[in-house]
């Protein structure tokens, strides 16, 4: 090969580079990435926040894993901590007791874990929502959704098998009730839970197996999907609100070096500070107040970590009695039911994406995202399903709700089974009602101009308001929106209508019948006209 | 599929791609393009500039400080045997310092992005993500080849051969799995049974003392578990617990009301017995209100009423708990009359064969 004739070699600096990129090319990646150009918006933020929490729980985690013992063997706690002196627990809890008690900063690094954790679904959470209300899941990024929500899931999955580790009697509460679920499953339920915990529960083996699941296998599935997911980022290049100047084809926004490494980079630490800020001063998770496991006690106002919340409330809402023997088995239909209706509700969100895709029939990539108003339907839909999981997630404290303000439980569980299917239906209509009165009001103020407080007196004694016109810039913010109307059904070149047809049209009338169109600058000018006649 | 359902024309951003549903107006606004820029105050005043890079090293500088005060924090805030404040404090200092050292780097980090770094806004292009059109041919062509030259598509017993065998590999690794529960132990008949049989004594929870039928008075609950549980080696006591726990209560006879005669001869002078394990799945029901005869079960909130067998009055649960029947033996403790009549806890497939 020719020598290389890099210019910039002098110094130390340069040196190490040219020695670097000699051996792994890394200045195309300089190249490549150095000047990419994110846009700007806070509410991009929530999925870096879900991705610096994943950081520090890695690093909270691995200190964790240099003391924890994920054991269940039985031994006589001799930690600091005098009220639990000579109590028989496992070495699990021990060595979480050992950690909150023994070791300086072991109690902060758990708290940093625990508040981390917590953080790391509910950023996910509101990412998802974000992506879902701005229409970001559309083409070309639905497999990106699908990757995100089997992110998601396996957040809920870490976060309960961790929330299970110290085996204390909140965790072995917790596991009590998978148990519970599992055995209520149709054919597989029995065995499934004999494979899980070794043998009866609780058994000797649940912690161990649960820990290998904890911090190998579903953090190496969180990894790569992560990796995924960011992969798909760089290849879509990011979403960006629409607004003049920002098209379906560019980019606008800052380049990474400098101002993303500055911003972004510094947002990680802003993350972990506030993390630290929340270990340092609030109490998560005292183990110690609960005790080690036994089956026999269980204290009143038992909540799990928030996120299992919304299946802890389907596992409540179902009325009772629901059990059938058939056939010579027995169908726990107060479990089926509620696991069915957890599973039809991830599968819908799983789901939505590409339905919407198909109900659409749009072909076209979208970069520029919706504004929620501007798809009506689709953010009612959005709130439904919000309202469901808030319903869902409510009746997880329902023993609370109805000590805290003195109310019956049997009401709170009542009013939640009926809100739980009518909520969703109002929370549909009203936000499709304000989308749409939203619109109407963007369309009005483009056509008759926004009111300036001005009252001016005519020569013929009328006082008028004087409204003036949106300048190019904001008018264009109000009519550069995606519009949709729904498909006339027509026979296909062979002269038929399939169900498929049928349903589609139906569907696409369900989502674009009452639809605002973008005001055309021909109506503009009328408008106009009319103003000044 | 419709290009367009008003038969308008589109104005259609790539070469033919279908919108769908998606209405574009011919006389459609056009982007008037990027808004003029608008300089920031640090761009305008120089004073500003200053200020602004002022707060930026000296955050970098308290970062340094705070990390520095964590460090003699771990030192000086050790944590004592037995001493539960001084484990407040360390963690509280030490978290502290970190916390402001993280937070420090953060704010400055962005502050400087925001304030000081060009704040030009750049333009990238997009293009569409799928390949161009030679590199999808090239792509089809590579597999149109490596069929060609692997006889992949021809040689169908080989291909055919290769799928099998791909299914049949992970099968023992999936029989392996067998190997996490006991391979001598037939589930179904371990969650038909519990501890309890003809003549073991109900002893209090934990001390396993026994329980004259003389202690307890009307309204009173004892927790108990069968005589015998304590001694049990480590690994067996929880299990054994998990299905053995009982609920111990006394009403007046009266306030019992019994299906048949033989269930009232399951109490003991209105003393009665039922498994505290949630015929749901599977909490302690450890909550008995005295005035209603209620017990609550606190995770999922199924009640169940004493004076009538145990019946579900509310609550996800679907069947009453199962009541151990009791009597008194000759020197008047309580003891079991034989093992729980029906499976404990939760529902299971195989519950009722």
């Known amino acids: ?533 | 599929m419709a290009k367009n359902e008003n038969g308008k024309a589109d104005i259609v951003p790539a070469e033919s791609v279908v919108t769908g549903t998606g209405v574009v107006a011919p006389d459609a606004f056009t982007d008037p393009g990027l808004p003029p820029h608008r300089p920031r105050v640090t761009d305008l005043d120089p004073k500003a500039a200053k200020r602004a890079e002022r707060v930026v090293y000296t955050l970098f500088y308290l970062s340094i400080a705070a990390s520095v005060f964590a460090v003699y924090a771990y030192m000086f805030f050790p944590i004592e045997p037995e001493n539960v404040h001084s484990v407040r404090m360390n963690t509280l200092y030490l978290g502290l310092g970190i916390a402001f050292s993280l937070l420090a780097i953060g704010i400055a980090a962005v502050h400087w992005g925001k304030a000081l770094m060009a704040d030009k806004e750049a333009i990238d292009h997009r293009h569409p993500v799928r390949g161009t059109d030679e590199t999808r041919a090239r792509a089809v062509e590579i597999f149109r080849e490596s069929d060609e030259e692997s006889g992949f598509s021809r040689r169908t017993l080989i291909r055919n051969g290769l799928i099998g065998a791909l299914i049949a590999f992970p099968l023992p690794a999936i029989a392996l799995f067998r190997g996490l529960a006991p391979m001598d132990v037939d589930p179904n008949n371990e969650l038909k049974h519990t501890m309890w049989k003809k003549g073991l004594r109900l002893t209090r929870d934990p001390q396993g003392t026994p329980i004259k039928a003389s202690e307890l008075t009307i309204g009173s609950a004892f927790q108990v578990i069968p005589e015998g549980l304590v001694d049990l080696p480590e690994h067996e006591k929880l299990d054994a617990k998990a299905k053995a726990a009982v609920l111990l209560v006394r009403l007046k006879k009266e306030d019992l009301h019994w299906s048949s005669k033989e269930r009232e001869s399951w109490s003991y002078e209105g003393i009665v017995a039922y498994s505290k394990i949630c015929t749901h799945v599977g909490c302690p029901v450890a909550l008995y209100e005295q005035q209603t005869h209620h017990l609550l079960c606190p995770c999922h909130q199924s009640q169940f009423d004493i004076s009538n067998e145990c019946a579900v009055i509310f609550g996800p649960a679907a069947r009453p708990l199962p009541q151990l029947p009791i009597t008194v033996d000759s020197e008047g403790y309580l003891v079991a009359m034989s093992d729980f009549t029906e499976p404990v806890g939760p529902s299971f497939w195989e519950r009722a064969n």
């Not at chain 1, 609370?400 to 909520?423: C, D, P, R, S």
């Open chain 1, 1 to 533: 090969m020719s020598t290389v004739s890099a210019p910039a070699q002098s110094g130390v600096v340069g040196k190490f580079s040219n020695y670097l990129d000699e051996r792994t090319s890394i200045s195309g990646a300089v190249k490549e990435f150095g000047r990419k150009v994110f846009p700007d918006h806070w509410s991009f933020l929530l999925g870096e926040v879900a991705l610096y929490s994943f950081v520090i729980i890695l690093l909270s985690g691995s200190f964790l894993t240099f003391f924890f013992q994920a054991s269940m063997t039985p031994v006589l706690y001799e930690g600091s901590y005098v009220p639990l002196k000579g109590i028989e627990m496992s070495a699990a809890m021990s060595s979480t007791l050992d950690i909150s008690f023994d070791i300086r900063g072991g109690l902060l690094m758990r708290q940093v874990h625990h508040w981390a954790a917590l953080l790391f679904v509910a950023s996910i959470g509101l990412h998802m929502l974000r992506v879902f209300f701005t229409g970001a899941f559309r083409k070309p990024r639905e497999l990106n959704w699908s990757i995100g929500f089997v992110l998601f899931v396996l957040a809920m999955a870490e976060g309960f098998t961790g929330y299970s580790l110290p085996d204390d009697l909140l965790s072995g509460n917790g596991l009590r009730i998978i148990d519970g679920m599992v055995l209520g499953l149709p054919v597989i339920g029995t065995w499934i839970t004999f494979l899980l915990f070794g043998g009866e529960f609780p058994g000797a083996d649940i912690v161990g197996r649960l820990y290998s699941l904890h911090i190998l296998l579903l953090p190496a599935f969180v990894l790569i999907f992560i990796v995924l997911h960011l992969m798909f980022v760089i290849i879509h290049k990011h979403t960006q609100y629409p607004g003049p100047g920002k098209t379906e084809e560019n980019v606008v926004g800052f380049p990474i070096l400098p101002v993303y490494a500055a911003k972004a980079g510094g947002f990680f630490f802003l993350v972990f500070g506030v993390v630290a800020l929340m270990a340092a001063t609030v109490t998560i998770n005292p183990i110690w107040n609960y005790g080690p496991y036994d089956p026999s006690p269980v204290s009143a106002g038992t909540q799990p970590d928030w996120y299992i919340g919304f299946a802890d409330g389907a596992l409540r809402l179902i009325p009772p009695h629901l059990e059938t023997y058939w056939f010579g088995y027995t169908w726990s239909w107060n479990i089926i039911i509620p696991v069915l209706i957890l599973l039809v509700f991830l599968a819908a969100a799983f789901a939505y994406p590409f339905v919407e895709a198909w109900v659409t029939g749009d072909k076209r990539e979208h970069h520029l995202l919706d504004r929620p108003r501007n798809a009506p339907v689709r953010t009612a839909i959005g709130a439904a399903g919000v309202t469901f999981y808030a319903v869902l997630w409510a009746a997880a404290s329902s023993d609370l709700i109805a000590t805290h303000f003195k109310v019956t439980m049997e009401g709170v569980i009542n009013t939640l089974q009926i809100l739980l299917i009518v909520g969703p239906i109002i929370a549909f209509i009203v936000t499709k009602r304000i989308a749409l009165a939203l619109q109407k009001k963007d369309r009005e103020i483009l056509l008759h101009g926004f009111e300036t407080g001005r009252i001016v007196r005519l020569p013929g004694g009328e006082f008028t308001e004087v409204h003036q016109q949106l300048d190019a810039y904001d008018r264009w913010q109000l009519v550069s929106y995606n519009d949709n109307a729904p498909i006339m059904l027509r026979p296909n070149p062979q002269g038929k209508i399939t169900g498929g047809m049928r349903m589609r049209a139906s569907l696409s009338r369900f989502f674009f019948e009452d639809r605002i169109a973008p005001v055309t600058q021909e109506e503009y000018k009328q408008a106009l006209e009319h103003a000044h006649h």
